[in-house]
């Protein structure tokens, strides 16, 4: 019943900025929280960055003051505009909204790859 899309990947330089999207298609109610995961080859799958209902925000300490997360409501979509790219921020970034209608759901995106480098 539920798609989410990711786009906005792509190969960017040490220093310049991506903006990531994630829009969500289908019936998803009782949303309470969407975000980003980002895993890097031989690397475990890490949190980036999560917004809840509420708009509270929370991000990993190596993206902290570098990454803002955001969403459209009204589009069900998340935002993940990274800014000060490090070549280790490459990896596969993957969009993730957790709904809770009487139990918890995650419904996760294909991934789209971000790759810095000059």
């Known amino acids: 019943q539920v798609q989410l899309v990711e786009s906005g990947g792509g190969l960017v330089q040490p220093g310049g900025s991506l903006r990531l999207s994630c829009a969500a298609s289908?019936?998803?109610?009782?949303?309470?929280?969407m975000g980003w995961y980002r895993q890097a080859p031989g690397k475990q799958r890490e949190l980036v960055a999560t917004i809840t209902s509420g708009g509270s925000t929370n991000y990993a300490d190596s993206v902290e003051g570098r990454f803002i997360v955001s969403r459209d409501n009204g589009k069900v979509t998340v935002y993940l505009q990274m800014n000060r790219l490090k070549p280790d921020d490459t990896a596969v970034y993957f969009c993730?909204?957790?709904?809770?209608?009487?139990?918890?759901?995650?419904?996760w995106g294909q991934g789209t790859q971000v790759t810095v480098s000059s």
């Open positions: 289908g019936i998803i109610v009782n949303i309470t929280a």
């Open positions: 993730k909204v957790e709904t809770n209608s009487r139990r918890v759901r995650e419904y």
